[in-house]
């Protein structure tokens, strides 16, 4: 029987692996150049999507009339990309549409109810009790179109995603993975409380994850990493493993990275990067069904990922930004640690 270490701390797993891997007393070099490692930065970003983009043509288009749940309906496709399809119109009236264990992850990003003013036909001012039961109504479907170990991101503020995580918690396809706290000071002090600086960004699975690939960050950017809580031994030199605290994202500002024609905030490349690379494979299905800047849809076509998206108001944006190659990437100095086992040698957590 396989053992199991999930409920051993970070100290306990990094004793274990060291007692059983003692470093050697003279150790050898370790080169970082490793032709299994995809690093994502922009120096070898067009080598990589360039790879990636061959990789997924093998899959094949998307056909607009293979999503749907019967031959009597119709989905007519907005826009039709060389890696995915874009639909014009209200999620539901989509996803209860799509067929069942249609797409490898799902990532949503919908409205945060603030009241903002997005396009004509977008609400964001419910109440309450109706916001969270729309939301589940969206999140139902997108659990049933996701395929057995595919994976589940919200991104939404802690205080949504408090009740709508405890509203996937109880559905019995799902596993929780991780609540990933995304820091961004996007806003001034509230008199009375804590500044909030993070947004929250779940992650479920449906059943054991089919893909987990291992993502390490860069070390010695913004301020040197040394150690694992005083375990300097233990580190990596391809890199650190990527948190579940992610303080180097940075803020969608400058107008390169975002459409002056949609004025709502936009996500950073390096959330999608981290998602789509450790998630998914070359050519699996992408579903974001809150288009918003197409900012997903653009990360898929780079990385050879198919995606399906949905967008109520900012079509044409989507459909500018993605034919035109006018908005640029952040930074990424990510690395997929491949293949699929650890340093040490142990399945990952996919295995």
């Given at each position: 029987?396989?053992?199991?270490?999930d409920?051993?701390?970070?100290?306990?797993?990094?004793?274990?692996?060291?007692?059983?891997?003692?470093?050697?007393?003279?150790?050898?070099?370790?080169?970082?150049?490793?032709?299994?490692?995809?690093?994502?930065?922009?120096?070898?970003?067009?080598?990589?999507?360039?790879?990636?983009?061959?990789?997924?043509?093998?899959?094949?288009?998307?056909?607009?009339?293979?999503?749907?749940?019967?031959?009597?309906?119709?989905?007519?496709?907005?826009?039709?990309?060389?890696?995915?399809?874009?639909?014009?119109?209200?999620?539901?009236?989509?996803?209860?549409?799509?067929?069942?264990?249609?797409?490898?992850?799902?990532?949503?990003?919908?409205?945060?109810?603030?009241?903002?003013?997005?396009?004509?036909?977008?609400?964001?001012?419910?109440?309450?009790?109706?916001y969270?039961?729309?939301?589940?109504?969206?999140?139902?479907?997108?659990?049933?179109?996701?395929?057995?170990?595919?994976?589940?991101?919200?991104?939404?503020?802690?205080?949504?995603?408090?009740?709508?995580?405890?509203?996937?918690?109880?559905?019995?396809?799902?596993q929780?993975?991780?609540s990933?706290?995304?820091?961004?000071?996007?806003?001034?002090?509230?008199?009375g409380?804590?500044?909030?600086?993070?947004?929250?960004?779940l992650y479920?699975?449906?059943?054991?994850?089919?893909?987990?690939?291992?993502?390490?960050?860069?070390?010695?950017?913004?301020?040197?990493?040394?150690?694992?809580?005083?375990?300097?031994?233990?580190?990596?030199?391809?890199?650190?493993?990527?948190?579940?605290?992610?303080t180097?994202?940075?803020?969608?500002?400058?107008?390169?990275?975002?459409?002056?024609?949609?004025?709502?905030?936009?996500?950073?490349?390096?959330?999608?990067?981290?998602?789509?690379?450790?998630?998914?494979?070359?050519?699996?299905?992408?579903?974001?069904?809150?288009?918003?800047?197409?900012?997903?849809?653009?990360?898929?076509?780079?990385?050879?990922?198919?995606?399906?998206?949905?967008?109520?108001?900012?079509?044409?944006?989507?459909?500018?930004?993605?034919?035109?190659?006018?908005?640029?990437?952040?930074?990424?100095?990510?690395?997929?640690?491949?293949?699929?086992?650890?340093?040490?040698?142990?399945?990952?957590?996919?295995?």
């Amino acid at each position: 029987m396989r053992r199991r270490y999930d409920d051993l701390s970070d100290d306990d797993l990094i004793e274990g692996l060291l007692k059983t891997f003692p470093p050697p007393k003279n150790p050898t070099p370790l080169s970082i150049s490793r032709t299994n490692d995809i690093s994502l930065a922009p120096g070898s970003r067009d080598q990589h999507d360039g790879e990636m983009g061959k990789r997924g043509e093998s899959r094949g288009r998307l056909h607009p009339e293979s999503l749907a749940r019967s031959r009597e309906l119709t989905l007519q496709p907005r826009y039709v990309a060389p890696s995915g399809v874009l639909f014009e119109g209200d999620c539901l009236d989509y996803l209860l549409r799509f067929k069942s264990d249609l797409v490898d992850t799902v990532f949503a990003d919908p409205p945060f109810n603030l009241g903002k003013s997005y396009g004509d036909r977008t609400v964001d001012s419910r109440t309450d009790a109706d916001y969270v039961e729309w939301c589940q109504r969206w999140l139902r479907e997108c659990v049933r179109v996701l395929t057995p170990g595919g994976a589940l991101f919200v991104y939404n503020l802690p205080k949504w995603n408090l009740l709508l995580g405890a509203y996937l918690m109880g559905l019995a396809d799902l596993q929780f993975r991780h609540s990933i706290a995304i820091e961004m000071k996007s806003c001034l002090p509230i008199p009375g409380r804590l500044y909030p600086a993070h947004y929250s960004l779940l992650y479920f699975t449906k059943g054991k994850p089919k893909t987990f690939r291992k993502i390490r960050t860069c070390r010695h950017c913004g301020g040197e990493i040394r150690d694992y809580g005083g375990h300097r031994k233990a580190m990596n030199p391809l890199g650190v493993n990527l948190k579940d605290v992610w303080t180097d994202i940075p803020p969608v500002r400058h107008w390169k990275f975002k459409s002056r024609e949609r004025r709502a905030n936009a996500l950073s490349t390096k959330v999608l990067d981290r998602v789509v690379e450790m998630t998914t494979g070359p050519g699996d299905i992408v579903l974001d069904p809150f288009g918003g800047s197409g900012t997903t849809y653009a990360v898929c076509e780079s990385r050879g990922r198919r995606w399906i998206g949905i967008e109520l108001d900012f079509c044409d944006e989507i459909v500018d930004r993605l034919s035109g190659g006018k908005l640029k990437h952040h930074r990424n100095d990510d690395k997929v640690d491949e293949p699929h086992v650890d340093l040490f040698g142990w399945p990952s957590a996919a295995d």
